[in-house]
């Protein structure tokens, strides 16, 4: 079994500064890390996801994350904000050979103007 | 355009009745999954299916039944027998259920239901 954990409910942050937003994952198994971006009342957007190979992942929007596997970490990074990136954002594990997706609680992000 | 549709959008229902969300994707994915999603909580897997006329419990399906008879379409009905079933309700589907191939879930836009 595998859980996540993130662990910062609400992130405030001002427009064009960075922001990083946390996720620790435990699992028994070798996983496979992904974050997605929700907007109010919308589907999840996949922004992106570690499978293997390269540790630092980019993927839309100016996003980028890195695996830590020491740490069991997979933090996401953005150099500088943008109002349109206000929106909840979720981590999520598959261990390999494992069926589903387990979420986060998820990490409101704020920019503010 | 390929993608995932779910109706409808916002939904109400009457405490005691039964209700199907409707879920149908154009990707021709195997796997399908339905979560549910509440403030603060993340999303937690209902049931989810990775062929036609199977699909397997998740860790919340009490009060909750599917079906998949066709590739395309995963509904889920609420039950009465669902004690708080006021929540926002996501359909998604994965090329493949195994990890370690393209296990990319996309996601559908999602119904809010609301009992009254």
């Known amino acids: 079994a595998q859980s996540v954990t993130q662990l910062d409910s609400q992130v405030p942050v001002f427009e064009e500064a960075p922001v990083e937003l946390r996720c620790n994952y435990s699992s028994s198994v070798s996983v496979y890390l992904f974050w997605y971006v929700q907007y109010p009342n919308q589907g999840l957007q996949l922004l992106l996801k570690?499978?293997?190979?390269?540790?630092l992942v980019k993927g839309i929007n100016g996003f980028e994350a890195e695996f830590n596997k020491s740490q069991t970490s997979f933090h996401l990074r953005k150099p500088s904000v943008h109002i349109s990136d206000t929106a909840e954002y979720f981590c999520a594990v598959q261990g390999a050979g494992s069926y589903q997706l387990t979420f986060g609680k998820g990490t409101k992000l704020s920019v503010i103007p | 355009d390929g993608g995932i549709t779910q109706s409808p959008k916002y939904l109400f229902r009457k405490e005691g009745q039964n209700v199907t969300l409707s879920c149908e994707q154009n990707l021709n994915h195997d796997a399908m999954y339905w979560y549910r999603q509440d403030p603060g909580q993340g999303l937690r897997l209902i049931y989810y299916s990775q062929i036609v006329n199977d699909f397997q419990k998740g860790d919340i399906a009490e009060g909750y039944s599917v079906s998949r008879e066709k590739k395309e379409s995963f509904p889920l009905t609420v039950t009465s027998a669902q004690k708080n079933p006021t929540a926002f309700y996501l359909c998604a589907s994965s090329l493949e259920i195994w990890a370690g191939r393209n296990t990319e879930a996309f996601f559908g836009q999602g119904t809010r239901l609301t009992v009254v």
């Open positions: 570690y499978l293997s190979g390269s540790t």
